[in-house]
């Protein structure tokens, strides 16, 4: 069983950028769609981005998509979300969970995904 772990969070400056790595374990990511996900306090997790199994397909949440940018490198099993231009309310906990899909349907669904790591702290001051 493949198993994602999160890193790359931290403090981070209102307008400033900051990288989040998925790492995975245990297996490969060929086989797994990965979306990442972010959780407000006291509230569910809300989508961010999702890439396909090799990467030719991408899905963003309005609020972020021309800001941050979801990719992977499937020889490091790895996915990544480049995040740009960062704002104040984007202070959440960031999480990755992979779909091991038929077809790409680029789910914002959290129910889709498994194999969740644990997540990740992101703060962004102003």
């Known amino acids: 069983q493949v198993q994602l772990i999160e890193s790359g969070g931290g403090l981070v400056q209102a307008g400033g950028s900051l990288r989040l790595s998925c790492a995975a374990s245990?297996?490969?990511?060929?086989?797994?769609?990965v979306g990442w996900f972010r959780q407000h306090p006291g509230k569910g997790r809300e989508f961010v981005a999702a890439?396909?199994?090799?990467?030719?397909?991408?899905h963003y949440e309005d609020s972020v998509k021309d800001r941050f940018v979801i990719s992977r490198d499937n020889a490091r099993n790895t996915v990544m979300l480049q995040m740009n231009s960062q704002k104040t309310e984007e202070t959440d906990v960031y999480f990755c969970?992979?779909?091991?899909?038929?077809?790409?349907?680029?789910?914002?669904?959290?129910?889709?995904?498994?194999?969740w790591g644990e997540g990740s702290q992101e703060t962004v001051s102003s």
């Open positions: 969970g992979g779909h091991r899909e038929a077809y790409w349907t680029g789910s914002s669904n959290e129910i889709d995904y498994s194999n």
């Open positions: 890439i396909s199994r090799r990467g030719e397909s991408t």
């Open positions: 245990g297996g490969s990511l060929v086989t797994y769609a």
